[in-house]
């Protein structure tokens, strides 16, 4: 069974606090990714990992970083949450590029609130 | 750019058949994915289509159109635990996948 895990299901932090979402694979998956999802607007890609050490902005990186320094774990960051970044974040991983296509798999997901 | 359109929301009835349409606009396309999503949960693969043609797995069944950039979920003897959303999603040469909104289906009895 793969799993991808999420340290927490449910966050609630203070706006200006530095938050950190985790996420650890046990599949040996070279790509992870970061997406947030809002209603009505889907699921947007923050940032994405192809290697240990590398990472790539997605489609909305503005007030997060991410650190992949083992291969199974990459880390989101919020500098500085703020109440717009209340959202649901969830991490995936997928084979690597070269390789036959295969689904990602998601992890569970962390509802983070920031008030 | 990347854009993928699906319906927000579409209701059907138990037993019956529903199709959803999904259509896409992006660059570098390396086949097509719907997943499905209940309500507090992760989404969890449903089907994945790369060639034109039907793709038939159970009661679900996917159709993909390369050259109208064009893709449909069907789902047959709709069940009520088949209430959930459902997103369409690209896969790019880079084996990144964009996201479409997502569709919420209503099963009524």
């Known amino acids: 069974d793969v799993k991808v895990t999420q340290s927490s299901r449910y966050l609630v932090k203070r706006t200006g606090e530095k938050v950190f979402l985790e996420c650890v694979q046990d599949?040996?998956?070279?790509?992870m990714f970061w997406y947030r999802q809002d209603p009505g607007l889907g699921l947007r890609l923050i940032y994405f990992?192809?290697?240990?050490?590398?990472?790539e902005k997605g489609d909305i990186p503005e007030g997060y970083s991410v650190s992949r320094e083992k291969k199974e774990r990459f880390s989101l960051i919020l500098e500085s949450a703020s109440t717009n970044q209340t959202s649901m974040y969830l991490c995936?991983?997928?084979?690597?590029?070269?390789?036959?296509?295969?689904?990602?798999?998601f992890g569970q997901g962390t509802r983070l609130t920031v008030v | 750019g990347q854009n993928i359109d699906q319906p927000t929301e579409m209701t059907a009835t138990e037993g019956a058949i529903v199709q959803i349409n999904c259509t896409y606009q992006?660059?570098?396309?390396?086949?097509l994915f719907w997943y499905q999503q209940h309500a507090g949960e992760a989404p969890t693969f449903l089907s994945y289509?790369?060639?034109?043609g039907l793709e038939e797995k159970g009661r679900f069944s996917s159709f993909l159109s390369r050259s109208k950039g064009y893709s449909y979920l069907l789902l047959k003897e709709l069940q009520m635990k088949d209430s959930a959303s459902y997103l369409c999603a690209v896969n790019n040469a880079g084996n990144m996948l964009t996201f479409g909104g997502g569709t919420r289906l209503m099963v009524k009895p």
């Open positions: 992006t660059s570098g396309f390396n086949g």
């Open positions: 990992s192809y290697d240990v050490k590398m990472k």
């Open positions: 995936a991983i997928q084979g690597r590029v070269s390789s036959p296509v295969t689904e990602a798999f």
């Open positions: 599949m040996d998956h070279e790509n």
């Open positions: 289509n790369v060639l034109d």
